[in-house]
């Protein structure tokens, strides 16, 4: 496929927004998630011309595909059907005239379109990773992208903290903190966002100590990246991202536990192990993991405050219905429930620290069931098929590990805090359930064929070809060695022809197998084992 084809184009665009939405202080602006989200429209707008060009859909799963035609058929449904707008001012609602007073509506229609646009680029990023998960190269570059992204935010968080700065070093406007960390304002969401980067950079740490052709730089280079940013979840002061970013990484260590037992580890590797987290460890106390840990024990993950907004906000989630009031309205609707719960009027609550209770406030039961669908029914879908995933496809199974004990964690801790409103990891997000919706063990007939190896290609067409002529011979046929002197040569009865061999090449299958993973070649039903090609039987006449 030309570099300049849109779906390429798509394709490099997905990944930019990964690697630099986290640089513009996590797009938590009004105007930062605008440009996001114009950038993220172009996106997906190029990658449709592109699909329409090749004649195809993006490769997603039916279900996937449904939960997000719920969710926007709800989303614009209801942004469409203004019943108010919010005053800044007077900081209260003003009612409005429906277009439809049946139908339900939001709040505010200028909020809720800007979330819708955001929500609707994503699902660009969503529908063009799953339809790269089914290209190796594609895949690695993904891998690389979530890897580097978090090793770049951990490293600058990290030499902020060795350097002592007051605030963001491009960020002097700001008021002085001690909250943030990296490019975010908010140190909360600072570790919400390395945690899907750690278990994706530990993977790939694993899947380059495994493979014997790996060079010593590139083993170098993978361990440093996911001890730069393990340390770095130590040294930044959140509680729930030094938690559930672990929390990531012991999940990946249970999904890669039997294949590394089966592979009967040398003690050097039993050694090396044990020496890379006492290194993580001596790493993390040197800059300020014990300040971390201390405050995650004494204070614990929830503090009152907390606990009590959520609360409060459970009788809006009982209101809300099936549709919800409308996303971006939670900071407009919360005051009131606020007042009725007694809290304190001056804490302003942009958001819930539990997202699965906005997500029924904002988009009612029926919204949460399709969002429910979408996030973690794609650890559901990745589950299924990394069972179906060989282990020795090392690419596929490693990259599939890692964004499910990522994605998993960070499920877990969206119920503490609110990292699925932060359009930075949202981007993430929707990179991470795209590549664990789209990833197929079977080869997609839809995917270009410069996917597959040309090696494995040329033995399948070869083997087809040879099929298609031995059941195109007629069944009656006496089977004839050949002889250059029929006269003399004995009937096929006292001479039988000599069976072939079904064992392949080896220099054909080392090949091949070098090149291509096990899950995207196709079980043809038609294809034989390729014989061995035989000399010509000697004749009578010699």
Not at 66 to 95: D, H, M, Q, R, S
Not at 352 to 367: R, S, T
Not at 512 to 519: F, H, K
Request: charged share 15%.
């Amino acid at each position: 496929m030309p570099i300049f084809h849109p779906t390429e184009l798509a394709r490099w665009a997905a990944l930019a927004a990964v690697l630099l939405s986290p640089w513009a202080w996590g797009c938590v602006k009004p105007v930062h998630r605008e440009i996001l989200a114009n950038f993220l429209l172009v996106t997906a707008g190029m990658a449709v011309l592109g699909w329409a060009i090749q004649k195809r859909l993006p490769a997603a799963g039916k279900a996937a595909l449904a939960a997000l035609g719920i969710i926007f058929l709800i989303g614009w449904g209801v942004t469409c059907n203004p019943k108010a707008y919010w005053e800044a001012g007077l900081e209260t609602l003003v009612p409005l005239k429906a277009n439809i007073e049946a139908l339900p509506g939001t709040l505010d229609r200028d909020a809720s379109i800007a979330w819708m646009r955001l929500l609707t680029g994503l699902a660009g990023v969503f529908l063009i990773t799953a339809d790269m998960a089914s290209h190796r190269t594609w895949r690695s570059r993904l891998w690389i992208t979530l890897a580097l992204t978090g090793l770049a935010v951990a490293a600058f968080g990290i030499f902020q903290r060795v350097a002592g700065a007051p605030n963001i070093f491009w960020a002097p406007g700001l008021p002085a903190n001690k909250t943030f960390f990296g490019p975010f304002v908010y140190h909360g969401n600072a570790g919400s966002f390395l945690i899907i980067p750690a278990a994706a950079a530990a993977a790939r740490c694993y899947y380059a100590l495994s493979r014997q052709s790996e060079s010593s730089v590139s083993k170098l280079f993978w361990s440093l990246c996911t001890l730069v940013i393990a340390s770095a979840l130590a040294v930044n002061t959140s509680r729930g991202g030094l938690l559930f970013g672990y929390t990531g990484l012991f999940f990946l260590a249970a999904l890669l536990l039997p294949l590394w037992l089966q592979q009967k580890p040398s003690p050097a590797a039993i050694v090396g192990s044990l020496a890379a987290l006492a290194a993580l460890a001596a790493f993390g106390f040197a800059f300020g993991w014990e300040a971390s840990m201390e405050r995650l024990f004494s204070a614990g993950i929830i503090d009152k405050g907390r606990l009590a907004s959520t609360k409060a906000a459970l009788p809006a989630a009982a209101e809300a219905g099936p549709f919800g009031f409308g996303s971006g309205t939670f900071y407009m609707l919360f005051p009131h429930y606020q007042r009725l719960a007694a809290l304190p009027g001056q804490v302003f609550w942009k958001h819930l620290h539990c997202d699965p209770i906005q997500a029924v406030i904002e988009w009612g039961w029926a919204g949460t069931i399709a969002w429910s669908i979408l996030l973690p029914g794609a650890l559901a879908a990745g589950f299924r098929r990394r069972r179906r995933i060989h282990p020795d496809a090392r690419q596929s199974f490693l990259l599939l590990s890692g964004c499910l004990a990522g994605l998993a964690a960070l499920l877990l801790h969206s119920w503490v805090d609110f990292p699925l409103q932060i359009p930075a990891i949202m981007t993430t997000v929707a990179a991470t359930t795209g590549f664990l919706w789209g990833l197929q063990p079977t080869h997609d007939p839809s995917s270009p064929p410069e996917e597959i190896s040309s090696a494995r290609r040329r033995v399948r067409i070869r083997t087809r070809r040879r099929s298609l002529q031995q059941d195109d011979e007629p069944a009656s046929a006496p089977l004839r060695a050949p002889s250059r002197s029929p006269s003399t040569t004995p009937p096929p009865s006292h001479q039988p022809s000599p069976e072939p061999e079904t064992t392949a090449d080896p220099a054909r299958e080392s090949v091949a197998d070098s090149q291509a993973d096990p899950e995207i070649l196709p079980k043809n039903p038609l294809a034989r084992p390729t014989p061995r090609r035989q000399g010509r039987p000697p004749s009578a006449s010699t």
